[in-house]
């Protein structure tokens, strides 16, 4: 069995834990950002529209920053201001909605979820962390945590990437901050330290305090509200060795915890040391050949094929130009044929490699895939009969293009 973590990085005394809660919840309470989804998770009355609109703030902000995020919420919460509303949507509205946002699968299962609400729970959302995990479809042990603290008082932590930084430095926490033994602490951790009485309160102000003071770079140490506790400030300020040894003190090489001996603490680095990660796997690369095809619309306008992508994978259910994954290495020669025969059977009559114009390249970068899109563009004379047994497809005004449901991606293409 591994070693449990020494005492050093836990919180053990109760008057130290009742500090820093206090410390946190009051620095939150003057300095906390005006989000409107805070705003409307204090104002609502309702605990269903109360843990509506905090469900979708947290889905919208995994992976995206906030800045990005308002603007898409209150769009959102106009448009779908309930479940039962967001429940009677189309998946081809909620993903023109989403559009830009990224990770498109997000919103696909907000909208199953908030279906079963209504159609299996009678339009009620599950009040625990245990039930909303359980329950809903997209809801991860996070998101379920902070629904249930900050819209029905339930007394449980939440670790997200914030989160960890803050209690890693905390705690000097040096080990892989991504193993499932250090997240199994961390959580452990965030339930011991959250605050009984205003437990929506001190979430938020755990994940506040490591958006906006203990960042990842040049984080603002003078400004945290709970540097008195904080062991990287200390071990900064004061050194490597505490002037009284601790009994409680890690001992060598045995601590699941502790920075691995490989790397010891870096003093240019002070509360940056921590918290560590496992290098990163670099993205696969992948190449993409696209083609705008174009053709006079009846108005005199041009207009652009788009088809739609299936609906599992990658960007699922979104509209696309006709587009062919390709091998890599391949010549341009090669490409222009494969690409001409992937249009072909769009098309049903031939197209000629050669009548493709080369435009350039997109380069797209997703969390795991570094994407090349190889743009051609392809002027057509007279009328296309597509198949229809093939994906869905349209022809759409430059207008209807933005407005449609289309990635970042295509938008760049």
Known sequence: APAPPPARHLFRDPAEVEALRGNLLAWYDRCKRDLPWR?????ESDADRRGYAVWVSEIMLQQTQVATVIDYYNRWMQKWPTLQALAQASLEEVNELWAGLGYYSRGKRLQEAARKVVSELAGRMPRTAED????????????????????YGQATGVVDGNVIRVLCRLRCIGADSSSPAVIDQLWEMANVLVDRSRPGDFNQALMELGATVCVPKAPLCGECPVKQHCR???RKLFGN?????????CGVGDCPLCPPATEPWDSSLGVTNFPRKAAKKPPRAMRTATCVLERRGSHGAPEYLIVQRPS?????????FPSLLLAQDLQEEKEREELADHLQAWMGQPVAAKGLRFIGEVIHIFSHIYQTYVVYSLPLDGDVTLDPALSPSRWVT????????????????
Do not use: C, N
């Open 241 to 249: 060795r505490p002037t009284v040894p601790d009994v409680e003190d």
């Open 39 to 43: 705003t409307l998770a204090a104002t």
């Open 232 to 234: 990287a400030w200390h």
């Open 398 to 413: 430059e207008d209807e293009f933005h407005a449609s449901a289309v990635s970042t991606a295509m938008k760049k293409v």
């Open 132 to 151: 909303l995990q359980k329950l809903l479809p997209g809801v991860g042990r996070y998101t379920a945590g902070a629904i249930a603290s900050i819209s």
């Open 312 to 320: 599992s994978g990658l960007l699922a259910g979104l509209w696309e």
